[in-house]
């Protein structure tokens, strides 16, 4: 660790301020900082891990973070533009590494499914525009999730893939899924 033991006892104190007065309302946190080489600053943990859990919170607890994992798998996304191994606008490029977009099929409101009109770009799922949605935001995929058992939280690569969009890519923006950890996250995966 490259920060000072100064830096570190400072952290903590801060921390300790926060996790240990009842107004603020958060019983632990876990802060980390790192410099631009990715050398960590400092890394603390304070308080307990919930409100009805008095454990100490320590530097290995695993936290929920939703749809925070979306910025973070835009930035990875963007990374690997940058460095040339991903193509916003190539849909075949994204196709060779999620090949389940390109069969993916369109939900219509009758509760039929139609082709795609377009194909799906990285640009497109950045933007929410590849026609994914969240089925406690769409009634329309809700209705026809549920019989066939689609949890947008279960965590099955199953419930992800196989659910049809609930839009014409690059029609309109909703709120969804993104399926942008295949790309970003699979380490089986050879971005060039």
């Known amino acids: ?19 240990g007065n009842p107004e603020t309302g958060v019983p632990g946190l876990v802060f980390v900082a790192v410099d631009k080489n990715g050398d960590t600053i400092s890394a603390n943990a304070s308080g307990q891990k919930g409100v009805s859990n008095k454990k100490p919170m320590d530097l290995d607890t695993v936290f929920w973070i939703a749809s925070c994992t979306k910025l973070i798998a835009t930035i990875a996304c963007l990374q690997q533009v940058e460095q040339g191994k991903l193509s916003l606008d190539d849909h075949k490029h994204l196709y060779k590494h999620c090949p389940e977009l390109e069969k993916v099929r369109v939900l219509k409101e009758d509760g039929t499914l139609e082709d795609k009109k377009k194909d799906i770009t990285l640009r497109m799922l950045l933007a929410h525009t590849a026609g994914f949605a969240y089925e406690f935001f769409n009634a329309t995929l809700r209705d026809h999730g549920r019989p066939v058992g689609f949890d947008a939280f279960s965590g099955s690569t199953k419930d992800l893939f196989d659910r049809p969009l609930s839009n014409q890519p690059g029609s309109r923006w909703e709120y969804g899924v993104r399926r942008l950890f295949y790309l970003s996250f699979n380490p089986s995966q050879t971005l060039i």
């Open 1 to 19: 660790m490259s920060g000072s033991g100064t830096t570190q006892k400072n952290v903590q104190s801060i921390l300790d301020g926060v996790t």
